[in-house]
């Protein structure tokens, strides 16, 4: 059993800053893909950005320029660094991983999700 753990929401400011993390644990061989989505009230669940194993990243035109993630392979843990927070990236930011397990079956795993605010 692998579980999905976030942390670093909260409420915030226009124009600030949070950091969130996702820590995996479990029978992990390998982690291919990890990342974040994201689900605004009355929206639907949205890529924000990911990164696989070999580096490549992928992000949302509405966050490029002000988000990064980044990875620790050694830890099965992903990180979004958000700057320039707008008040439309109010969201519920879920933690996702395409994870391997020493079976070698790979399962889509979500995180229970991180409230994200901001607000004057």
């Known amino acids: 059993q692998v579980q999905l753990v976030e942390s670093g929401g909260g409420l915030v400011q226009p124009g600030g800053s949070l950091r969130l993390s996702c820590a995996a644990s479990g029978n992990i061989f390998m982690i291919h893909v990890m990342g974040w989505y994201r689900q605004g009230p009355g929206k639907q669940r949205d890529l924000v950005a990911a990164m696989a194993k070999d580096g490549s990243t992928n992000y949302a035109d509405s966050v490029k320029g002000r988000f990064t993630v980044s990875r620790d392979i050694d830890k099965n843990t992903v990180y979004l660094q958000m700057n320039g927070l707008k008040v439309e990236d109010t969201a519920v930011f879920h933690c996702?991983?395409?994870?391997?397990?020493?079976?070698?079956?790979?399962?889509?795993?979500w995180g229970p999700g991180t409230q994200v605010t901001v607000s004057s």
């Open positions: 996702n991983a395409d994870v391997e397990d020493t079976l070698g079956s790979v399962e889509g795993l």
